[in-house]
């Protein structure tokens, strides 16, 4: 028996425990997987809550991604003992995610933890800095290099962004960090920011095209705020654009694309395919210093995950929610 966060569904009811499940509660899938850390992502917050019809089958075990130590496997890439990282691939949505004792999950979801990378630090990054990784990879593919100009970072003190911001400032890049939260200032600069933005800057109703700005951008907030940032890019600029936390919507129009030549390049961490994973992964353990970690992570017992939820989803977390299974 193991525990596990176990959401379900009865009519239009949604209720969210924490029990034991045992490993013929699993779903099927080849490897067996001893979860040594997962974490709280805003999808996982989405889903606890109910906030967003993330979860597509009920009961479903949350947790987006996890890091563990493969029990059993028939999965010719892996087998037992082995270090194992998991992001995305539908789990936590569709199938058992990571905040449990143990998953059990198809083999071709996982890649190997990266040398000179614990499980602890897999997870301080998380789908959420894996996908800032991406987001950076993207400006590099398009030519955003620290002699372009500034880089702006939406949501600059959450998961997402404080680990963008990191990632930036250690390559040589000048970070304009956005954040709703002036009392985070310090934190972002610490991080490696070199100027803070108030978002409410970037809240207004946006113009068609307004001062060139920024090189590149990281954007986790979509809607107005994404819209704006799209109006501010230099000539040639590049947004890498991952998320909704500030909406679904997009009020832009041509004329930055038309005119400046920007490109708005989308980010995709659930579904990428393996290789780019561990290039993802390999630039994570060469680019950040790893013993920095720390100060963007908070950690979480199992147990406190299902109350912890819904200050996620009020953007009242900082950095990284780490949560220690076994
Ligand atoms: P967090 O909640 O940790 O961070 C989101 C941050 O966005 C908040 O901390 C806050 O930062 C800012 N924010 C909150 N509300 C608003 C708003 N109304 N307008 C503008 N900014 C806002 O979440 P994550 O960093 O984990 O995820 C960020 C987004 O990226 C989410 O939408 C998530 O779904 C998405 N995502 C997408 C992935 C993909 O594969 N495409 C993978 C992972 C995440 P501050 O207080 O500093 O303003």
């Known amino acids: 028996m193991t525990q596990a966060v176990v959401i379900d569904k009865t009519e239009d009811q949604q209720t969210v425990t924490l029990r ?10 080849n ?45 010719a890439d892996f087998k037992a003992g082995d270090k194992v990282i998991l992001n995305g691939w539908g789990v936590g949505e569709k199938h058992w995610g990571g905040l449990s ?13 990266p040398a000179g990378m614990t499980a602890r630090q897999a997870m301080v990054i998380g789908t959420a800095g894996y996908t800032a990784m991406l987001c950076v990879l993207a400006l590099e593919e398009h030519g955003v290099t620290p002699d372009s100009g500034e880089i702006v970072v939406t949501g600059a003190a959450g998961g997402v962004g404080s680990v963008a911001t990191m990632l930036l400032a250690a390559k040589g890049f000048q970070v304009a ?11 972002l600069k610490s991080l490696g920011a070199s100027s803070i933005i108030d978002r409410e800057e970037l809240s207004g109703k946006p113009r068609p095209l307004a001062k060139e ?16 940032v799209i109006a501010s890019m230099k000539y040639g600029g590049c947004v890498a654009a991952c998320g909704l936390a500030a909406g679904m919507d997009l009020p832009t129009s041509v004329a930055p694309f038309i005119l400046r030549g920007v490109t708005l390049a989308g980010v995709d961490s659930v579904m990428a395919a393996k290789a780019k994973r561990i290039a993802a992964y390999d630039r994570l353990v060469s680019d950040l210093d790893l013993s920095k970690l720390d100060a963007i992570a908070t ?11 819904p200050k996620f989803l009020s953007g009242a977390v900082r950095g990284r929610i780490v949560v220690p299974v076994n």
Do not use: C
């Open 299 to 309: 950690e979480l017992a199992l147990e406190d995950v299902i109350e912890t939820a």
């Open 31 to 75: 490897v067996l997987v001893d979860v040594a850390y997962s974490t709280l992502n805003y999808k996982d917050a989405l889903a606890i809550t109910g906030a967003s019809p993330v979860v597509r089958s009920f009961p479903m075990v949350p947790g987006i991604d996890f890091a563990g130590v493969v029990r059993d496997s028939s999965h």
């Open 213 to 228: 700005r920024w090189a590149g951008a990281v954007d986790v907030a979509g809607s107005v705020v994404l819209a704006n």
């Open 20 to 29: 034991d499940v045992s490993a013929a509660d699993l779903p099927e899938g």
């Open 177 to 187: 960090a956005v954040t709703g939260r002036a009392s985070e200032a310090d934190y």
């Open 101 to 113: 004792g143990q998953a059990r999950v198809s083999g071709d979801w996982l890649i190997p933890q």
